[in-house]
């Protein structure tokens, strides 16, 4: 099976492996956000399917939102669409788990986040890069990041924006298995097949009850996210976070 070039979608036994492939890094917008939202619900009424793989047909796993055009896109323009579709990734029924061997940045690391487990390897790239951008974290990570490392490591993620590596992730909670770069899908399908073969109304009554409103809080967090958001898009500071990225360079904020 298979919904469309971006999102493509296969059948392997009573797993489903969704690969998003937007050359080259894999930047996300609300679209693409839609259209995830509605491939997750479908294999969700699908009773054949027990659990997902979400992986890239490109080097990065996500690379974020693109903010490199002339208007720094959609998302920053106003992202209240790209969340109304984000925050449906947080209410499917089936496990999911990712498969990131390259770089989770910014919304690629949300994205990330959704998934029930990470498989990476030492090559991968974690960055909650928002603050040296100059804007407040958004796809709900005010909730999903120190859920999973602590309130600690992620005000520490937070407020640098530095990238760590695969291990490190692993070694703080934010992934759940280091292996070979070139056996990250392998590993990630692996895993998804052993949880599909539990019995899967067990399964996902499990899930609801560990995750029972675990999507309406971090929906709830987003709206503060996003107004923050919405301010901080059109800041001088936001420009120049912008700007420095593209520049690879430090960025120099000016507090406005």
Not at 4 to 31: C, K, M, W, Y
Not at 120 to 138: I, M, V
Not at 220 to 246: K, P, T, Y
């Given at each position: ?31 693409v956000m839609r259209r995830l939202a509605d491939t997750l619900l479908a294999l969700d009424e699908d009773h ?56 989770a940045i910014g919304a690629g690391l949300g994205l990330a986040l959704v998934a029930d487990f990470r498989v ?19 796809f709900g990570l005010s909730v999903t990041l120190p859920r999973l490392v602590g309130e600690q490591h992620a ?102």
């Open positions: 099976m298979s919904s469309d070039a971006e999102i493509q979608v296969t059948r392997h036994g009573h797993v489903a492996r969704v690969v998003l492939s937007r050359p080259p890094h894999n930047f996300v917008d609300a679209e054949g399917c027990r659990a997902i793989v979400l992986a890239s047909g490109v080097g990065a796993f996500c690379a974020g939102a693109d903010f490199s055009g002339s208007s720094q896109g959609d998302v920053a323009s106003d992202p209240a669409a790209f969340y109304v579709h984000a925050m449906k990734l947080y209410r499917n029924r089936k496990p999911i788990v990712a498969a990131v061997a390259g770089a990476t390897c030492a090559e991968a790239r974690f960055s909650a890069n928002f603050n040296r951008l100059g804007f407040h974290p958004g005000a520490l993620l937070f407020y640098t924006g530095r990238r760590i590596t695969g291990a490190e992730a692993v070694n703080i909670g934010l992934a759940d298995e280091l292996v070979a770069k070139a056996e990250v899908d392998a590993r990630a399908m692996a895993l998804a097949q052993e949880i599909a073969a539990s019995a899967p109304l067990a399964v996902e009554t499990t899930r609801a009850t560990l995750r029972e409103g675990l999507a309406d809080h971090i929906a709830e967090v987003n709206q503060r996210e996003l107004a923050i958001q919405r301010g901080q898009f059109h800041s001088e500071d936001f420009r120049e976070g912008v700007a420095a990225m593209a520049a690879r360079r430090t960025p120099v904020f000016q507090r406005r």
